[in-house]
Structure formats: structure tokens, C-alpha cells
């Protein structure tokens, strides 16, 4: 779970946390970030599979 809000954060995403939640903040530039650069190429992997 922390290398994947790492992940995020490198994105672009603010995250933070309280003693039962994470809380996640996105922007258009961040979100295209993750679909872009690491969901696609996912994505793609599968299909190719």
C-alpha cells in the first residue's frame, strides 16, 4: 500500500492520511498522469498477453 501512494504522489496526487483513512486529492494533470503513463501501458500488457 505505501509504494503504491508513493506512486501516486510521484504522479501528481496529494495524499494523507488520518488513523482510519487515506485520503486522496487529484487534479486533471495528475489523473492523466497515472492513466497515461502507467494504466495504458498495463493495460496494453494484457492485451498483448
Known amino acids: 500500500m505505501v509504494k503504491e501512494l508513493e506512486r501516486l504522489r510521484e504522479d501528481g496526487h496529494r495524499t494523507a ?4 483513512h487515506y485520503l486522496i486529492s487529484s487534479t486533471l494533470d495528475s ?4 492513466q497515461l503513463y502507467r494504466t495504458l501501458h498495463h493495460e496494453i ?5
Open 31 to 34: 489523473i492523466r498522469n497515472t
Open 45 to 49: 500488457g494484457h492485451y498483448v498477453d
Open 17 to 20: 492520511t488520518d488513523k482510519r
